[in-house]
């Protein structure tokens, strides 16, 4: 299953071992791009959805791994999506977040006017509903989750 995109917008079926993959988005432009380079490169074992990921109907307990990459920062509701998320996933299965934290830039030389840029960034994610910071403060929602374990 996968629960969001690459930063390109492929789901790169390519590395999947010939699962069959779920990728899920809310911009049905975003789902429209992947799905037409899927088709181009041949792969049959994705199906694309338009959905939400807090309010989504996933299967319960139907994925081996779900991988999320990109999306949290972007959604007002990011545990409620992880919840939702870890009800489809399998006893035993696995999680993989990826996620940034704008926040944390480090510029070399230090630049008062790109670090203005990022805080104006980090403030419009903010109004639109995102939290450009998110990266520092998923472990503690991914932790409270029942069942998953903790490893780095």
Not at 38 to 63: I, M, Q, W
Not at 101 to 111: A, L, Q, T
Not at 137 to 143: A, N
């Amino acid at each position: 299953m996968w629960g969001g995109r690459c930063p390109d917008g492929d789901p790169c079926p390519q590395v999947s071992g010939g699962a069959d993959i779920l990728s899920v988005d809310i911009s049905e432009t975003y789902l429209a791009q992947a799905e037409e380079r899927v088709k181009a490169c041949g792969y049959t074992n994705v199906t694309f959805r338009h959905a939400n990921l807090a309010t989504t109907d996933l299967p319960p307990e139907s994925a081996d791994h779900i991988f999320v990459c990109f999306v949290l920062e972007h959604i007002p509701e990011p545990e409620a999506a992880l919840n939702n998320l870890y009800r489809a996933l399998r006893p035993g299965g696995s999680v993989t977040v990826i996620e940034g934290d704008h926040g944390s830039v480090i510029f070399h030389p230090e630049s008062p006017a790109a670090r203005h840029v990022v805080d104006c960034l980090i403030e419009l994610q903010h109004r639109s509903g995102g939290d450009g910071t998110i990266g520092r403060r998923l472990y503690p929602p991914c932790s409270r989750l029942p069942g998953l374990s903790k490893s780095l």
